[in-house]
T-cell receptor, first 114, second 115 residues
Framework: NAGVTQTPKFQVLKTGQSMTLQCAQDMNHEYMSWYRQDPGMGLRLIHYSVGAGITDQGEVPNGYNVSRSTTEDFPLRLLSAAPSQTSVYFC?????????????FGPGTRLTVT | AQTVTQSQPEMSVQEAETVTLSCTYDTSENNYYLFWYKQPPSRQMILVIRQEAYKQQNATENRFSVNFQKAAKSFSLKISDSQLGDTAMYFCAFMKHVTGNQFYFGTGTSLTVIP
């Protein structure tokens, strides 16, 4: 199993550009989430999904969209990038209660918005 | 919203010694999970240990153990026989059982193991 994969690893955007961060998992996990990590602030939940076709907002959803058309994929879209979105982004998946809700994290994407 | 507080931004410990990292949380929920995650310089998030709130027994995983005080809303991590590979950021996290997916993380403690 590849686990949770994220692409790209690094990205530089100009203000106003849009892009999609890709996330895929091959463990057949129902739950998937996106977090951002900023210095001194830990990880904050952006959006999450409890299954294909079902998504919901987390703590900091503004400026981001998600969709979940398949169990495997959970892309995060930045609609119009802003410098405040400079951060490290983590995708995570979880099998749910059967495994004690352990989350498996991807390697992260470092995004810089200039 | 739930809040998770880690009041020690940085800590250090001598190799082979024991260190305790603190975490407190605020919630009105009765059924929830607590986690400690480790983030080494590679940036990969790694689960260290988890605790289910309805279990009174403290969780242990090899050299890692927790002191879970539900009434005090405290969840500290003890690392015994510290090793150089334990050098990392450590994050405490809270999850409401009913959601299964919404994690709230603390701001982290940077632990350095000194040879």
């Amino acid at each position: 199993n590849a686990g949770v994969t994220q692409t790209p690893k690094f990205q530089v955007l100009k203000t106003g550009q849009s892009m999609t961060l890709q996330c895929a998992q091959d463990m057949n996990h129902e739950y998937m989430s996106w977090y951002r990590q900023d210095p001194g602030m830990g990880l904050r939940l952006i959006h999450y999904s409890v299954g294909a076709g079902i998504t919901d907002q987390g703590e900091v959803p503004n400026g981001y969209n998600v969709s979940r058309s398949t169990t495997e994929d959970f892309p995060l879209r930045l609609l119009s990038a802003a410098p405040s979105q400079t951060s490290v982004y983590f995708c995570a998946s979880s099998p749910g209660q059967g495994a004690g809700y352990e989350q498996y994290f991807g390697p992260g994407t470092r995004l810089t918005v200039t | 919203a739930q809040t998770v507080t880690q009041s020690q931004p940085e800590m250090s410990v001598q190799e082979a010694e024991t260190v305790t990292l603190s975490c407190t949380y605020d919630t009105s929920e009765n059924n929830y999970y607590l986690f400690w995650y480790k983030q080494p310089p590679s940036r990969q998030m790694i689960l260290v240990i988890r605790q289910e709130a309805y279990k009174q027994q403290n969780a242990t995983e090899n050299r890692f153990s927790v002191n879970f005080q539900k009434a005090a809303k405290s969840f500290s991590l003890k690392i015994s026989d510290s090793q150089l590979g334990d050098t990392a950021m450590y994050f405490c996290a809270f999850m409401k059982h009913v959601t299964g997916n919404q994690f709230y993380f603390g701001t982290g403690t940077s632990l350095t193991v000194i040879p």
